[in-house]
């Protein structure tokens, strides 16, 4: 009977970690980045050194998994200006939100 109750307590122990482990509510270990086009041009965004995606004037756009760790972050105008650069240093799952304000 010890054995039975053993095993019933194993079962419902797998059920309860399995059900834990697709909880979606748990912390995403994924780092993303959201930038924000605030002005009127055109960006380039770059992310260490490499071309990410072009965002039009008054939008926004998310990066996922960019990585923790250390990243620079670039943007150009569209005759590849620097407009801005932001070294940032991201923890495992934290998210960064950039911001660009102008493009002259």
Known sequence: MRHATAVAHLLVGAVLVAGVACDRSL??????????????????????????????????RTLED?????????????????????PIELAVGEDFVWTITHCA
């Open 27 to 60: 912390p995403e270990a994924a780092c993303d980045l959201l930038v924000v086009n605030d002005t009127t041009c055109t960006i380039v965004v770059f992310v260490d050194g490499r071309r990410a995606f072009a965002l039009a004037p008054r939008s926004d």
């Open 66 to 86: 960019v990585g923790n760790g250390r990243h620079v972050l670039e943007a150009t105008n569209s005759r590849g200006d620097l407009i801005e650069r932001q």
